[in-house]
C-alpha cells in the first residue's frame, strides 16, 4: 500500500510543474520592464534564463523569490496559487535564490551565516557546538572543507563568499533553487563543486533556474533555455542542440563578433617595473616589466594572488618588500618601496583600478549614473553649478551610448540598474579618468557577451593609445582574445608568462594549478 501510495504520488508530482508564471508583468514607476512572462518548470528540470543586461532575469528570480512582486500576473507552486509575502515566506516554502550580489553578514561568522534564521540553542544560549557541526555539513557539500566555519566573512575572498552563500540555500525542503550568476566570481575548480551539487540536487527533483552570461557553461548543465529580451520571454526550447550563436543571436537581436583574435602589437617603452614585490604569502617576489600599448593578462585561481598583486601595484595595500618604478616618456617618475599605501598618490602618478566588488568600488547606489561617472573626474567639470551639471549629463551620455548602459537616461540611480549595467558605469568611470597605467581586475564580470565585446573594444582603444592595461580574468577566453601577454600567478607566484602565439588553454591552466 505504501509503496503503491508514494509512486503514485511521485507521478503526479512529475507531471505537474513544480512551478508556473502566468503572464507575470512588472513595471517601475510606469516602465515596463517585464511583460506577459509565462513559464512552467518541472521537477528536476534546469532551466537556464538569459538575456541582454537589463532584460530582466533578476526581477523574475526576485518575483519568484519574494523580494518583489509582480504588478499583473499569477504564479503557482505545485499547482496552489503561490504568492510570497517575503523572501522568509518564499524560503519557508522551499523558494530559494542566491543572489547576483552577495548577501553574507560580513561582521558574523561562516557559520553564523549559514544557520541564520534557525542558529541552534540549548537552554537559551547559542548552541556553539552543534552550531559548527551543521555548518561544516553545509559547507562540504561545496566541497568547502578547508574552510573554518568560525572564520569572519568579511576576511573571506569574495568566490569563497559565494561558495558559502550558495551552501547556505542547500536546505532539506527545497523545491525551486534559482542561481543569479552564481560562477561570476568562481574559479574553475569551485564552479565544477556547484556544477555537481547541482547534479545532485536535480536527482533529488529540484528545479532549477539558472542565471548566468557564460554560454558554455548553459550548454553543459541546463535541460531547458529560455532567453529574455527587454523584457519579453522570446524563446524557450530544449537545450539539446543549441548552438552558442544562435543563442546570442536571440539574445542581442544580431549578431555578435567572436572573440576576435588580436593582431600582435608592437610593444612600448616602460610603463611600469615590478621588482620582487612581496606581501605575506599572497603575493611573493613577483617580477615583471609592463609597456606602453601593451595589455598584460593576469591568468590564475581564485586565491592565486591575482587580486592582491593589483591592489599593491595601486598602494592599496602595503607590500612587505620590493619596489615599484613607474616611468613616463621613458624615463622613471615615482619609485615606490615598501611603507607606501597610497592610492592617491598613485592616480595622481597616473594609475587606475577597476577592482572586482562592486560593492567596495565606491559606487553611489542612490545617486544618478552622470553623478557616478564623473565622481573622481571633477576636473573635467569644475565649472560649478549648473554648467557642471550640463557636463556631467553629457558625459554620462557619451558613456551610456558606447557601453550600451541600459536606462531611462542620464539621471537614473545607479541602484535600480541591472548588475551588469552597475559594472559599466564603474567601467565607464575610469575610462573617463585617463589613467595611464590601468589595473582591471574581472572588469567584464556580470557582463553580456554583447557588451562585453564592447568592453575589449574600449581596452583595445585604450592600448593603441599607448596606455599600459593590466586584466585579471578568470575567463581564459577572454584573456587569450584580448591580451598581448599572459601572465599566470599560482600561490602567489607569478608561475609563467606567455607571448600572444606562445600560449594554449591547456599550458595556461597547467601554469595556474602549478604547486609553486
Ligand atoms: N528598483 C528599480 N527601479 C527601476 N528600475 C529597475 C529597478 N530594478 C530593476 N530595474 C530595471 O529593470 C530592468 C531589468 O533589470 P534586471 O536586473 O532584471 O536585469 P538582468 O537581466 O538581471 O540584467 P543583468 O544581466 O545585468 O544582471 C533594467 O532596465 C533595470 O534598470
Ligand atoms: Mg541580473
Given at each position: 500500500?505504501?509503496?503503491?501510495f ?20 512588472k ?34 528570480s526576485?518575483?519568484?523569490?519574494g ?14 496559487t ?24 560580513p ?6 551565516n ?35 566555519p ?14 558559502v ?8 525542503n ?11 566570481m568562481l ?37 531547458t ?36 583574435t588580436?593582431?600582435?602589437?608592437p ?5 611600469l617595473?615590478?621588482?620582487q614585490l ?14 606602453h ?25 602595503k ?6 618604478h ?22 595622481q ?34 565649472m ?7 557636463r ?21 540611480a545607479?541602484?535600480?540598474?541591472s ?17 595611464d ?25 585604450m ?9 585579471v ?14 601572465g ?6 607569478l ?9 594554449t588553454?591547456?599550458?595556461?591552466l597547467?601554469?595556474?594549478?602549478t604547486?609553486?
Amino acid at each position: 500500500m505504501t509503496v503503491s501510495f508514494a509512486s503514485s504520488n511521485m507521478s503526479t508530482n512529475s507531471t505537474l510543474p513544480v512551478l508556473h508564471l502566468k503572464a507575470i508583468s512588472k513595471s517601475y514607476a510606469q516602465t515596463l520592464v517585464l511583460e506577459d512572462i509565462t513559464l512552467s518548470l518541472r521537477r528536476g528540470e534546469v532551466l537556464a534564463l538569459t538575456g541582454e543586461n537589463g532584460a530582466g532575469k533578476s526581477t523574475v528570480s526576485k518575483i519568484i523569490c519574494g523580494l518583489t512582486s509582480a504588478s499583473s500576473g499569477s504564479l503557482l507552486l505545485n499547482g496552489q496559487t503561490y504568492t510570497p509575502s517575503s523572501r522568509r515566506d518564499a524560503e519557508a516554502q522551499g523558494v530559494r535564490m542566491v543572489l547576483q550580489e552577495l548577501g553574507l553578514i560580513p561582521t558574523l561568522t561562516v557559520a553564523e551565516n549559514l544557520l541564520m534564521g534557525h542558529l541552534p540553542h540549548h537552554l537559551g544560549w547559542l548552541d556553539k557546538t552543534v552550531l559548527r557541526e551543521r555548518a561544516v555539513q553545509q559547507l562540504n557539500k561545496m566541497g568547502l572543507e578547508q574552510l573554518n566555519p568560525d572564520t569572519l566573512v568579511s576576511e573571506l575572498g569574495i568566490g569563497q563568499q559565494q561558495m558559502v552563500e550558495i551552501a547556505r540555500n542547500l536546505q532539506d525542503n527545497l523545491q525551486v533553487l534559482i542561481l543569479d550568476e552564481p560562477t561570476a566570481m568562481l574559479t574553475p575548480r569551485e564552479s565544477t563543486h556547484l556544477f555537481q551539487q547541482i547534479a545532485e540536487l536535480k536527482a533529488k527533483g529540484v528545479a532549477i533556474i539558472y542565471v548566468s552570461h557564460r554560454l558554455e557553461e548553459l550548454q553543459k548543465i541546463a535541460d531547458t533555455v529560455a532567453v529574455l529580451r527587454d523584457g519579453h520571454l522570446v524563446d524557450v526550447r530544449p537545450m539539446a542542440g543549441v548552438q552558442e550563436k544562435d543563442l546570442v543571436q536571440r539574445m542581442v537581436g544580431r549578431e555578435v563578433d567572436d572573440l576576435n583574435t588580436q593582431a600582435a602589437r608592437p610593444q612600448g617603452s616602460i610603463a611600469l617595473q615590478v621588482e620582487q614585490l612581496s606581501r605575506a604569502k599572497a603575493v611573493r617576489s613577483v617580477s615583471f616589466a609592463l609597456h606602453h600599448g601593451e595589455i598584460l593578462g593576469i591568468a590564475g585561481l581564485v586565491g592565486s594572488g591575482r587580486t592582491e598583486l593589483v591592489r599593491l601595484l595601486f598602494g592599496a595595500d602595503k607590500a612587505d618588500s620590493g619596489k615599484l618604478h613607474i616611468h613616463r616618456h621613458h624615463k622613471p617618475v615615482l619609485t615606490i618601496t615598501p611603507n607606501w599605501v597610497n592610492p592617491l598618490t598613485a592616480i595622481q602618478a597616473g594609475l587606475g583600478l577597476v577592482t572586482e566588488d562592486r560593492k567596495s568600488q565606491g559606487l553611489l547606489l542612490p545617486q544618478s549614473i552622470a553623478h557616478n561617472i564623473s565622481l573622481g573626474n571633477t576636473a573635467r567639470i569644475t565649472m560649478g553649478g549648473f554648467v557642471a551639471r550640463v557636463r556631467e549629463k553629457l558625459l554620462a551620455s557619451k558613456w551610456i551610448k558606447a557601453l550600451a548602459i541600459r536606462s531611462f537616461g542620464a539621471e537614473q540611480a545607479v541602484a535600480t540598474l541591472s548588475g551588469g549595467n552597475q559594472q559599466k558605469v564603474v567601467f565607464a568611470r575610469w575610462l573617463e579618468k585617463d589613467c595611464d597605467i590601468l589595473l582591471l581586475d574581472e572588469p567584464t564580470r556580470g557582463v553580456d557577451v554583447g557588451a562585453r565585446s564592447d568592453i575589449y573594444a574600449q581596452i583595445n582603444q585604450m592600448a593603441s593609445e599607448g596606455k599600459a592595461i593590466v586584466m585579471v580574468s578568470s575567463d581564459l577566453r577572454e584573456l587569450m582574445a584580448v591580451s598581448d601577454r599572459i601572465g599566470v600567478m599560482s600561490m602567489g607566484r607569478l608561475v609563467a608568462l606567455f607571448k600572444r602565439g606562445e600560449w594554449t588553454e591547456q599550458a595556461l591552466l597547467e601554469a595556474a594549478f602549478t604547486q609553486a
